[in-house]
C-alpha cells in the first residue's frame, strides 16, 4: 500500500505567522492528494482535493500544491480556529490511505 | 441541513457483533458514493470500506476483509456496516463519509460513533 509520510509531526507557531506542512508518499499518487483538518472530538473536515483545489466554503489562506510523490498544504496566515491536526489522503492507488498527522499548535 | 448521524455504536464483547448505521439529509444520498473511516482512540484516520452509489462497487481494507459487510438503502438514505467477529483492535470512533463524485476525497462526515471491544 502507499504509505504516506507527514512532516513536520508537531509544528509550534504563534497566531499570524505561516504554517507549510509535508506530505510525502512513497510512491506517485499523481495529484489524487486531499487534506483534511481534525480538531479534538470532532470529525475531520474537508480542505483541499485532488493536490490544489480548495473544497466549498474553505478560507482562501489555505493552499494546496505539489503532485507525484511530494505535496504540501500551506497556511498563509494562522487563525486562532487553525489550531489542530492535519492529515494528507491518498486515492490514486487502492487502498486510499492517509498520513500519520500533522498536529499545529500554539507556540 | 446536510449531514451524517452515525449510530449504532456502544461496548461488545470480543467475538461480538455490531450494526453501524448512518442517516443522511439534506442531499440526494443515492447520487454519491460512501465510505466508513475509523480513528482508533488517539490515533489517525484509517479507511474501512467503500460503497459506490448503487451498491455495484464494494470494498474493504484487509484488516476487516470477510468480518465486516457494507450496504446502503437508498430508498431510505442509510448506510449500515455489520461487524462480525469483533477484535479489541476495531476499538475506534466509526465514521460515515461522502465521497465527491469522481474526485474520491471525502467532503461531508458524520460526528462519529465510538465502537469498544472489551471483555
Known amino acids: 500500500e502507499t504509505v504516506l509520510t507527514q512532516s513536520p509531526a508537531t509544528l509550534s507557531l504563534s497566531p499570524g505567522e505561516r504554517a507549510t506542512l509535508s506530505c510525502r508518499a512513497s510512491q506517485s499518487v499523481t495529484n489524487f492528494l486531499a487534506w483534511y483538518q481534525q480538531k479534538p472530538g470532532q470529525a475531520p473536515r474537508l480542505l483541499i482535493y485532488d493536490a490544489s483545489t480548495r473544497a466549498t466554503g474553505i478560507p482562501a489562506r489555505f493552499s494546496g500544491s505539489g503532485s507525484g510523490t511530494d505535496f504540501t498544504l500551506t497556511i498563509s496566515s494562522l487563525e486562532p480556529e487553525d489550531f489542530a491536526v492535519y492529515y494528507c489522503q491518498q486515492r490514486s492507488n487502492w487502498p486510499t490511505t492517509f498520513g500519520q498527522g500533522t498536529k499545529v499548535e500554539i507556540k | 441541513e446536510v449531514q451524517l448521524v452515525e449510530s449504532g455504536g456502544g461496548l461488545v464483547k470480543p467475538g461480538g457483533s455490531l450494526r453501524l448505521s448512518c442517516g443522511a439529509s439534506?442531499?440526494?444520498?443515492?447520487?454519491?458514493?460512501m465510505n466508513w473511516v475509523r480513528q482508533a482512540p488517539g490515533k489517525g484516520l484509517e479507511w474501512v470500506s467503500f460503497?459506490?452509489?448503487?451498491?455495484?462497487?464494494?470494498q474493504y481494507a484487509d484488516s476487516v476483509k470477510g468480518r465486516f459487510t457494507i450496504s446502503r438503502d437508498n430508498a431510505k438514505d442509510s448506510l449500515y456496516l455489520q461487524m462480525n467477529s469483533l477484535r479489541t483492535e476495531d476499538t475506534a470512533v466509526y465514521y460515515c463519509?461522502?465521497?465527491?463524485?469522481?474526485?474520491?476525497?471525502?467532503?461531508?462526515w458524520g460526528p462519529g460513533t465510538m465502537v469498544t471491544v472489551s471483555s
Open positions: 463519509a461522502r465521497g465527491i463524485p469522481e474526485r474520491g476525497a471525502y467532503d461531508l
Open positions: 439534506g442531499f440526494t444520498f443515492s447520487g454519491h458514493s
Open positions: 460503497i459506490s452509489s448503487s451498491s455495484i462497487y464494494i
